[in-house]
């Protein structure tokens, strides 16, 4: 994989007509989820928690995370497998990623700032290192780490790309929910694993999560939540499987003429804020 900032770069350049259809599925995708998560008020997608806000002490307290990933990078250079560092470092640059994401309140749309997409990038190696380095994850990181990998499968600059981080951040919130199998949790994990391909496993969470609810009103938002949730997922496995065919048509180059095939499904959305 790229670096952070060469990736971050390529990105946002939207010249090529089959980034941007991916940027407009991908975002729609994952923009009517999140949006929908919304009925949903404790638990691991709290969009205000995730994200803040735009004020200038997110500078201040992304700078203050940036140091301490620093720090703990020192300390891993004398002990890279351990986990408690791994968890830290984990943790720290999350948090600096999170501090330089903005949400605008009226339309609903996040922009994430060069520096940020780089933490969450450092955070996605760290949390894999600390899986490798621990046999029991913590609920809590993963609770913490879901979103965040959630975040980087909407910045991905294409299909497969896109499908490996949603599949991560299955297996992350998966982690949180066996710890925590309230409303919320099992939502959230349905949502992504249809996005992650896997329906069947994805109805058997729908189940599990409808015996939570405990009124008829949260079990008609649940249904309403994850029926958006299928037929995104729909969509953007359909959307995949045309990107995919356009490139092996196009001797396994990347098509510059894939938009159309990638706006099908219904879906429309805006591009990456900048």
Not at 115 to 129: G, L, P, R
Not at 254 to 274: D, F, M, R, V, Y
């Amino acid at each position: 994989m790229a670096s952070g900032k060469q990736e971050h770069k390529m990105l946002f350049d939207l010249r090529s007509g089959r980034r941007r259809g991916l940027v407009k599925v991908v975002y729609a995708v994952l923009a009517v989820l999140m949006g929908a998560s919304l009925f949903l008020t404790v638990g691991p997608v709290n969009i205000g928690e995730i994200f803040g806000n735009n004020s200038g002490s997110s500078t201040d307290a992304a700078q203050i995370y940036e140091e301490q990933a620093e720090r703990l990078e020192v300390k891993l250079k004398k002990d890279p497998e351990n986990p408690d560092l791994l968890l830290s470092l984990t943790r720290a640059n999350v948090n600096a990623g999170n501090a330089g994401v903005s949400r605008n309140e009226q339309t609903g749309e996040t922009s994430v700032s060069p520096e940020a997409f780089e933490s969450y990038q450092k955070a996605d190696q760290a949390w894999t290192e600390y899986l490798e380095a621990t046999k029991e994850p913590s609920p809590g990181l993963a609770q913490v780490v879901a979103p965040m990998l959630f975040q980087l499968a909407e910045l991905s600059s294409s299909y497969p790309e896109a499908e490996t981080r949603l599949q991560a951040a299955t297996e992350a919130q998966k982690i949180a929910t066996e710890a925590r199998p309230n409303l919320n949790s099992l939502a959230t994990l349905g949502r992504y694993t249809y996005l992650a391909g896997d329906f069947k496993a994805a109805e058997k969470i729908r189940g599990e999560a409808m015996k939570k609810a405990t009124s008829a009103s949260e079990r008609e938002s649940v249904e309403k939540f994850l029926d958006e949730a299928k037929k995104s997922a729909e969509a953007f496995a359909t959307n995949a499987k045309a990107a995919e065919k356009a490139e092996k048509a196009n001797g396994g180059k990347p098509s510059e003429t894939l938009e159309n095939p990638l706006s099908g499904g219904g879906l429309t959305g805006g591009g990456l804020g900048e």
